[in-house]
C-alpha cells in the first residue's frame, strides 16, 4: 500500500537555523500516529512545514502526500488536497464570519475537486450537526472567526472545521495545549468521530494526556530534530514516566 | 525661481482664456474674491503643503494644456438606482423627483435667497479649485429639501464621451426637521482623460438630518476630480458622511464641516481603494465653532499597485466650542511596495474642556491571518479579499440604506 504521507530524510531551517534534521515518517490511511517531544525538538516546524508557512526552508528531503509531491503545491493546495492542520494558536480575525469563511473554504476545496458548490440546506445541516458534536454554541460559530474566543473555544472551532472540511489528513498542533477535562474529552471525541479507514490523523503533543482519547497506533519521539524512537501506544504511557531525559541518553550514544 | 514663476502665471492665464465664464448667479462680491485668490495664488505647485502628494500643476499641463468643454450631450446608459434623481455634468439637467424637493438650474430665475448661500463659506479663498470653480463654473444646480424623504435622491455626475473639462456647482439647503438621504455618483463615459472640478456648498438646518453617501467610481480611470464640499450644520443638526473613492485617475476630495451652534452630531466614514496608479486624496476639515458638539471620523485606506492614497483630517476647536467630542481614527493598509500612503491628522484647539483624540495605524495584511484562510482551501486572493472586506467592513455597514449598501459594494473591486 502506499502511504498517505511519506516524509524522507526531511531538513528544514529557520532563519539559518537548522530544526529538523533529517525526518522519515510514514503514515498509511485508518492510522492515528502521535509525535511527542519537549519544547524546542521542532514538533511544531514539522506541522507548519507540512501546512505549507513561509519562512520554513526545506534543506534536503522530499514529502509525498497523496502521491503529489507536497513541496511544490501552495499551503492552499495542500488544503484542497486533504491536509488539514489544527492549529497550535488559530488566529482571530475580526470582521470575517465563522461560517461564511467556513463555507467559502469547503466550497474553494470543492470546486479544486470538481465538485459543485455546497447546497445552502446541506451545509447549514452539516453545520448543526457538527456544532453539536462539538458542543459549540450557535451564537459563537455566528461570531467573526476565532475572535474573542476562549482558548477552549478556538481548539473546539479548530475541530469543528476538522469535521466540516474531512480531509485525507488531519495534523493536530498541540491540540491539547490549554484544554480543561472536559474540552479536552470533546475535542477527542471530535477527532475519533472523523476518524475512519480512509484518513488520518497525525497528533503533535508535548504530554501524553491527550492520547488516553485519542489513541494512537503509533508514537515517534521527536528530539532536536529527529525521530529518536518509534513504538506503539506503550511507548506513551513509558516516556510519561521516564521522561524525555532517558531517551536523549539514547541518541547520544 | 523668478523664472518659473512668470511661466506658471504664463501657463494659468493662457489656461483661463480657454475657460468661457458662464454663470450669472454668483454674487459679485464672491466673484471679485475668487479671481483675485485665483490670481494671487495660481495653481497649487509641489510646494504646497495641501496637496502634497497631489502633482496637479503637472497634473495639469501634461493633460490639459488643452481645454475642450463639450456641447450638451444627451444622458445615456444611465443606470437610474432611485426614483428620485437630478443628473449634472455635461448633460442637460435630466431630473425626476418627488414632493418635498425644488430644483433651481443656471437657466431659472434663482430667488435671492438661495444665491445669499453662495460663497457663503468662502471656500474660494481657501482652495484654487473652489476659486476656478467659482470664477469660471458651466452649471449651478440648487436643490432645496423641505419636507422628509421617502426615498434616497440620487445625484448623478454624467459625463459623455466629449470634451475633457467641465466645473458643476451645487447648492443644497435641507430644511429644520427634515431627514434626508443623498447618494452622489459619477457616471463617466469618457474615454481620454478628463478633468471635473466640482463645489458643492449644503446647509443644514435645525434639527435637520442627513446621509451623504458620495461614491466616486470611474473604471475608465480616466477622471481626475476635484471636489470641494462645505456643509454648514445648525443647532441639534445630525450629519452622517460617507467618502467613497475608488477607480479613477485622480480624486481629491477637501470636504469641510461647519459646525456652527451646538448638539450638532456628525460622523464622517470615508473609504479609498487605490488600485493601478490612481491618487486619492482625502483632506477633511472639522470644524467646531460651537460646542456641546461630537464629531467622529473613521477613514480606512487601502493602497495597491502603484497608487497613491492621502488622508489629512484637520479638527479644529474653537475657543468658545467648549464640551467639544471630536474623535478621528485613520487606519491604512499598504498591499504593495509600489504603492504610496500617507496619513496626517491635524489638531488646533484652542478651548480647555474638551474631548479630543486621533489614531491612526498603518500596515499591510495580516500574514498570519492570510495562511490561516490558505491552509484551509482558500485562494490567496479570495483570502485576501476575505481579510481586506473585514477591514472596511465597519464603514459599510454604516450606510442604513441596504439598495446604497448594495450599490456601493456592487462598486468596490478587490
Not at chain 1, 157 to 182: K, R
Not at chain 2, 254 to 278: A, C, F, R, W, Y
Amino acid at each position: 500500500m502506499t502511504p498517505l504521507l511519506s516524509i524522507k530524510n526531511l531538513h528544514v531551517t529557520v532563519d539559518g537555523n537548522e530544526i529538523l534534521k533529517g525526518i522519515d515518517l510514514k503514515i498509511n490511511k485508518g492510522e492515528i500516529h502521535a509525535i511527542m517531544g519537549p519544547n524546542g525538538s521542532g514538533k511544531s516546524t514539522l506541522s507548519y512545514v507540512l501546512a505549507g508557512k513561509d519562512g520554513y526552508e526545506v534543506t534536503e528531503g522530499e514529502i509525498i502526500f497523496n502521491g503529489k509531491n507536497l513541496l511544490e503545491l501552495s499551503p492552499e493546495d495542500r488544503a484542497r488536497e486533504g491536509l488539514f492542520l489544527a492549529f497550535q494558536y488559530p488566529v482571530e480575525i475580526p470582521g470575517v464570519n465563522n461560517i461564511q469563511f467556513l463555507r467559502t473554504a469547503l466550497n474553494s476545496i470543492r470546486q479544486y475537486k470538481g465538485l459543485e458548490p455546497i447546497d445552502a440546506s446541506e451545509f447549514l445541516k452539516l453545520v448543526k450537526e457538527k456544532q453539536k458534536l462539538l458542543d459549540l454554541p450557535a451564537n459563537l460559530i455566528n461570531r467573526s472567526l476565532n475572535d474573542g474566543f476562549s482558548g477552549g473555544e478556538k481548539k473546539k472551532n479548530e475541530i469543528f472545521q476538522l469535521s466540516i472540511l474531512n480531509p485525507l489528513l488531519a495534523i493536530l498542533d498541540e491540540t491539547d495545549s490549554g484544554l480543561d477535562i472536559d474540552a479536552l474529552k470533546v475535542v477527542a471525541n471530535g477527532v475519533n468521530h472523523y476518524h475512519n479507514k480512509e484518513n488520518a490523523v497525525l497528533v503533535i503533543t508535548h504530554y501524553q494526556r491527550l492520547l488516553d482519547y485519542i489513541v494512537p497506533d503509533f508514537v515517534h519521539i521527536l528530539y532536536k530534530g529527529k525521530i529518536i524512537k518509534s513504538g506503539d501506544k506503550s511507548l506513551a504511557l513509558e516516556l510519561e514516566k521516564s521522561g524525555y531525559d532517558a531517551y536523549k541518553v539514547e541518541t547520544t550514544n | 525661481m523668478e523664472l518659473t514663476t512668470t511661466q506658471s502665471n504664463v501657463f494659468l492665464n493662457e489656461w483661463l482664456q480657454q475657460i468661457p465664464t458662464k454663470v450669472q448667479h454668483i454674487p459679485d462680491e464672491v466673484l471679485v474674491d475668487a479671481l483675485k485668490y485665483i490670481e494671487e495664488k495660481g495653481i497649487p505647485d509641489l510646494k504646497n503643503e495641501a496637496y502634497r502628494g497631489v502633482p496637479i500643476e503637472s497634473i495639469l499641463k501634461r493633460y490639459f494644456k488643452k481645454i475642450e468643454i463639450a456641447s450638451k450631450s444627451e444622458v445615456a446608459n444611465t443606470k437610474v438606482v432611485f426614483k428620485n434623481f437630478i443628473v449634472v455634468g455635461d448633460a442637460y439637467n435630466a431630473l425626476s423627483i418627488e414632493k418635498g424637493i425644488r430644483v433651481f438650474t443656471s437657466a431659472d430665475n434663482i430667488p435671492q435667497e438661495y444665491l445669499n448661500w453662495i460663497g457663503h463659506f468662502k471656500l474660494h479663498q481657501k482652495d484654487f479649485f473652489a476659486a476656478l470653480n467659482t470664477g469660471y463654473c458651466d452649471k449651478l444646480i440648487i436643490i432645496h429639501i423641505t419636507e422628509t424623504l421617502d426615498q434616497p435622491l440620487h445625484l448623478i455626475h454624467f459625463i459623455s464621451n466629449q470634451g475633457n473639462f467641465n466645473q458643476q456647482r451645487v447648492l443644497v439647503i435641507v430644511d429644520e426637521q427634515v431627514k434626508a438621504t443623498v447618494l452622489e455618483s459619477y457616471h463617466f463615459t469618457c474615454q481620454q482623460s478628463y478633468f471635473y472640478n466640482t463645489l458643492s456648498e449644503i446647509i443644514q438646518k435645525e434639527h435637520s438630518q442627513l446621509h451623504w453617501i458620495n461614491v466616486q467610481n470611474n473604471p475608465t480611470n480616466t477622471i481626475y476630480s476635484i471636489n470641494n464640499v462645505s456643509f454648514s450644520l445648525e443647532k441639534s443638526a445630525i450629519l452622517k458622511h460617507h467618502q467613497i473613492s475608488l477607480k479613477g485617475s485622480l480624486w481629491r476630495n477637501n470636504i469641510e464641516v461647519h459646525i456652527q451652534q451646538p448638539d450638532v452630531n456628525t460622523e464622517m466614514k470615508g473609504l479609498s481603494i487605490g488600485k493601478n496608479q490612481s491618487i486619492i486624496s482625502q483632506y477633511t476639515s472639522i470644524l467646531h465653532h460651537s460646542g456641546h458638539s461630537h464629531s467622529h471620523q473613521l477613514y480606512k485606506n487601502i493602497a495597491d499597485d502603484k497608487s497613491t492614497v492621502l488622508f489629512n483630517g484637520f479638527i479644529l476647536v474653537d475657543k468658545n466650542a467648549q464640551k467639544t467630542d471630536a474623535y478621528q481614527n485613520s487606519k491604512n493598509i499598504l498591499l504593495n511596495d509600489n504603492a504610496t500612503l500617507f496619513a496626517r491628522p491635524q489638531l488646533e484647539i484652542y478651548a480647555d474642556d474638551v474631548k479630543c483624540s486621533h489614531g491612526s495605524t498603518t500596515g499591510s495584511l495580516n500574514e498570519d491571518a492570510l495562511f490561516y484562510l490558505k491552509a484551509r482551501g482558500i485562494e490567496e486572493k479570495d483570502a485576501q479579499r476575505l481579510l481586506l472586506q473585514a477591514f472596511f467592513n465597519d464603514v459599510i455597514e454604516e450606510i442604513d440604506n441596504a439598495n446604497i449598501r448594495e450599490f456601493v459594494i456592487q462598486q468596490i473591486e478587490l
